[in-house]
């Protein structure tokens, strides 16, 4: 592992049991972990910060980020008063992974955000987002509800990154609830059959790409994969320089 990228993963900050113990608990899906883990990177946990500056500090040492999922983003970020089915929103985390986004981008840092990730991607370039998808869509899919995920067939947009990586189609694990509805600067970069927007990226040579499924549930995917790759030549560009 001499030489691996450094992979940042944003962590949930929750009331959370194990052992003896029911505490408060910055606690991610080991999944991230262990994808980054066997696609070549070293994963390293994000919990929220609330220090001036410390974003800064964090991706001045990472060479890649992931933004995981987790609770809903506060409609506040959008401009937009809450849903019914919006809840449980983290201010505390909005803010981290919103700076974590700022300092990414100041930097060229290469970014991948999966599902809530990408929701807040979404909101920080400006745009919106649809609070409760099944009013759009009529099923309720893309989050069967409970622990469990749904299964939704994407099909890519040819010539964009996310097609190089996953191919033109496959089917892939979701269990969210809101979806994004406008996203500037970013280019559409798959949609699931119904029309919902399931990944995007940003024009360019950077590798900022963001999924409404779950990567981290199946090694062949390719999303993680690439963002290490593109994390080791960043690293190497910095060691360059």
Not at 57 to 68: T, Y
Not at 184 to 198: C, K, N, S
Request: charged share 20%; hydrophobic share 45%; aromatic share 4%.
């Amino acid at each position: 592992m001499t030489g691996a990228p450094l992979i940042g993963l944003t962590t949930y900050r929750e009331q959370a049991a194990w052992g003896v113990w029911d505490q408060r608990a910055d606690v991610l899906p080991t999944q991230y972990a262990e994808a980054v883990e066997a696609t070549g990177g070293v994963p390293v946990l994000l919990p929220p910060v609330g220090q001036v500056g410390a974003a800064d500090v964090v991706v001045g040492r990472l060479d890649g980020l992931v933004v995981s999922g987790g609770a809903d983003v506060d409609p506040a970020r959008y401009g937009a008063a809450p849903h019914p089915r919006t809840a449980g929103w983290r201010s505390d985390r909005d803010a981290w992974e919103l700076a974590l986004l700022d300092a990414a981008a100041a930097a060229g840092l290469p970014v991948l955000g999966v599902c809530r990730g990408m929701q807040l991607m979404a909101a920080h370039a400006g745009g919106s987002l649809d609070q409760h998808t099944p009013d759009v869509v009529g099923h309720e899919e893309h989050s069967p509800g409970g622990d469990a995920f749904g299964r939704t067939a994407v099909r890519t947009v040819p010539g964009t990154l996310v097609a190089g990586l996953v191919g033109e189609r496959l089917d892939v694990a979701c269990h969210h609830h809101q979806s994004v509805a406008t996203h500037p600067g970013w280019v559409a970069a798959a949609r699931a059959d119904d029309g919902t927007l399931e990944a995007m990226e940003v024009p360019g040579d950077r590798f900022c790409v963001a999924v409404q499924w779950h990567p981290e549930t199946a090694a062949d995917v390719g999303l993680l994969a690439g963002l290490v790759r593109a994390a080791a030549s960043y690293a190497a560009g910095r060691a360059d320089s």
